[in-house]
């Protein structure tokens, strides 16, 4: 389903993407989010909880997988993201290709 949604929206052009991304994702800052976050949160009670446990190393291994994923996006998408809404849908920049900005590892890119 998600490569369906990103091969249809390579062809958009650049307003279009940008119109797209500004209002698909509205509301994920509000529910989606916090969730990722305290599901992240619970991880790491789980994994501290479970040591000494059998399957507590790997539960702990998860939880930290979880929070590298966690910081990785922040540091990368996130930023991404936050580049993008500060563009006007019609005041898109000039080096933006269709199917999103050059490099943005958050977006689909095409060169």
């Known amino acids: 389903m998600v490569l369906a949604a990103l091969t249809m ?3 958009y ?3 279009t993407w940008t119109r797209v991304q500004h209002s698909l994702y509205r509301y994920f800052a509000v529910t989606g989010g916090p969730l990722e ?3 992240v949160v619970a991880a790491v009670v789980f994994g501290a ?3 000494g446990l059998r399957g507590g190393r790997l539960a702990t291994v ?3 997988c979880l929070v590298v994923a966690l910081a990785l996006w922040f540091a990368v998408v996130n930023t991404a993201n936050a580049e993008m809404g500060r563009w006007a849908v019609d ?3 000039s080096d933006c ?3 999103g900005p050059r490099g943005s ?3 689909p890119a095409a060169s």
Do not use: K, Q
Request: charged share 15%; proline share 4%; net charge positive.
């Open 37 to 39: 976050v305290a599901t």
């Open 97 to 99: 290709v269709a199917g």
């Open 105 to 107: 590892s958050g977006t």
């Open 13 to 15: 052009d650049a307003a």
């Open 91 to 93: 005041g898109v920049p």
């Open 62 to 64: 998860g939880a930290a």
């Open 49 to 51: 909880r479970a040591r």
């Open 9 to 11: 929206r390579l062809g």
